[in-house]
C-alpha cells in the first residue's frame, strides 16, 4: 500500500506543472491528472481544479501526495469524496473523516479500503448505518472484541452477515442461539460450523434454515439420510439441486413420494447451476447436519 507523501514547499507552485495544470481545456486537463509521469506538484494543482472529472481522476491516483488527497476529503462532489475513500493510498486520517462521511456512498467505500484499519473499525461498529455495520461483519480482518460486540447488534441483517462470514469459533457458537431464522440462515451457509452445530441447524424448525444449509454444505450421511424424510417437499427439493448432496443420496431422493423431487433428483445435472455450494474445510471441520 502507498503512503501519502508531503510534497514541496514554499516554491512548490512554480515551475511547468503549475502551468500545465491551470491550461485550457477540461481534456487536456483530465489527461494529465491521469499520466503516471505527471509530477506531484501539478497533481496538489489538479486537486482544486473546476472540473469533478479531473479531481476524480487525481483522487484515484495511489501515488497522488497527501496534499492533493486531503482536500478531496471534503470535496462537495461526492463522486471525488468516493474516489478517495476507495484509494489505498489514503491516510487513516482522512478514512476517519469519511467513514463519518453524510453520504453512504462514500462511508461503504471506506470499509472495503485495505488500509482500514482496527480504529476505522471501531466507529463502523459505533455507527448508525446498518449497511455499514454489516460491512464490518463481512470483514475477515474483523478483530474478536468487535465481532463479539456484533453478536448483539440491534439489527438482524448485520447478525446474519457475522454468521454468514465469521471465522472465530466463539461467535459461531454465540449465533447458534439467535432466535432469528435469518441469523441462523447464515449460520447455515458457513463452512466453518462443526458437525455438531450442523447436526442443530439441519433440525432447525424454519425450512428456509434447513434449504440453505443443504443447499451450502456437505452433510454428514446420518443426517443426509434423516433429511430425506425430511417434512418439507422445499428442503427435499434443495437436496435434490444440491451440488453437494452424494450421487447415491440423490438416487434415493429419485424414489420421493413427491414427483417434482423425484424428477429433479433424476434429471440432475452437475454443474448447471442447480444451487450454491461451499465444500467444507477438510482441516478440522467435517460436515453434518440432521432433519427437523
Not at 487536456?28 to 472540473?51: E, K, M
Not at 468516493?82 to 486520517?93: D, G, H, I, K, L
Not at 460486540?149 to 447458534?176: F, G, K, N, Q
Not at 438416487?251 to 467444507?280: I, K, T
Request: with cysteine; hydrophobic share 40%; aromatic share 2%.
Amino acid at each position: 500500500m502507498g503512503k501519502q507523501q508531503d510534497v514541496g514547499g514554499p516554491n512548490r507552485h512554480s515551475g511547468s506543472g503549475a502551468a500545465a495544470a491551470t491550461g485550457d481545456g477540461v481534456d487536456a486537463r483530465l489527461a494529465l491528472a491521469q499520466d503516471p509521469a505527471t509530477p506531484q506538484l501539478t497533481l496538489i494543482d489538479l486537486a482544486s481544479d473546476p472540473s469533478a472529472v479531473v479531481r476524480k481522476a487525481v483522487a484515484n491516483r495511489t501515488d497522488a501526495p497527501a496534499q492533493a488527497l486531503r482536500p478531496l476529503t471534503r470535496d462537495h462532489d461526492r463522486h471525488v469524496r468516493e474516489a478517495v475513500a476507495r484509494n489505498p493510498s489514503t491516510s487513516v486520517a482522512n478514512l476517519l473523516r469519511l467513514v463519518k462521511d453524510a453520504d453512504r456512498w462514500v462511508r461503504w467505500a471506506v470499509a472495503g479500503n485495505p488500509a482500514c484499519d482496527e480504529s476505522i473499525r471501531q466507529v463502523m461498529l459505533e455507527a448508525s448505518d446498518k449497511e455499514l455495520r454489516g460491512l464490518l461483519a463481512e470483514s475477515r480482518e474483523l478483530e474478536p472484541e468487535l465481532a463479539a460486540r456484533l453478536v448483539d447488534d440491534v439489527s438482524p441483517e448485520v447478525r446474519e452477515r457475522l454468521a454468514t462470514h465469521t471465522h472465530d469459533p466463539d461467535v459461531i457458537t454465540a449465533l447458534m442461539a439467535d432466535r432469528t431464522a435469518r441469523v441462523r440462515k447464515g449460520l447455515a451457509r458457513n463452512p466453518r460450523t462443526t458437525t455438531a452445530q450442523r447436526s442443530v441447524l439441519a433440525q432447525d424448525p424454519v425450512v428456509d434454515v434447513r434449504v440453505a444449509l443443504v443447499l451450502a454444505l456437505e452433510l454428514d450421511e446420518a443426517d443426509l439420510r434423516r433429511l430425506l424424510d425430511d417434512r418439507s417437499v422445499q428442503v427435499r427439493m434443495a437436496m435434490a439441486r444440491s451440488e453437494v448432496v452424494p450421487p447415491h443420496i440423490r438416487q434415493a431422493l429419485g424414489r420421493d413420494p413427491d414427483e417434482m423431487v423425484a424428477g429433479a433428483a433424476r434429471d440432475f445435472r452437475p454443474g448447471a447451476g442447480n444451487g450454491p455450494a461451499v465444500r467444507a474445510p477438510r482441516a478440522g471441520y467435517q460436515a453434518s447436519g440432521t432433519a427437523g
